[in-house]
């Protein structure tokens, strides 16, 4: 099982909650099934691979407010 991933020629994006701010998480779109997650400020550092319906599932509960402390 091949568990590393070329994303040199990914296109990042950051979240649209960013404001511009350097504590950001970045993803890459355009990948079937995952979404690579990475460290703003490391670029060049490992990216995290989630299964698309995780994140999906991860970022609704964050809205819906389920995760918090």
């Known amino acids: 099982m091949n ?3 070329d994303f ?3 296109a990042w994006r950051t979240s649209s909650y ?3 701010q350097a504590n950001c998480v ?3 779109d355009g990948y079937a ?3 690579p997650v990475r460290d ?3 670029p060049q550092g490992p990216a995290l691979v989630f299964p698309a319906d ?3 599932a991860f970022v ?3 809205k819906g407010g389920d995760l918090a402390a």
């Open 8 to 10: 040199g020629c990914a």
């Open 26 to 28: 970045e993803v890459a």
């Open 33 to 35: 099934d995952v979404l």
């Open 60 to 62: 609704t509960a964050v």
């Open 18 to 20: 960013s404001n511009g």
């Open 54 to 56: 995780g994140w999906a």
């Open 3 to 5: 568990t590393h991933t």
């Open 40 to 42: 703003s400020k490391d």
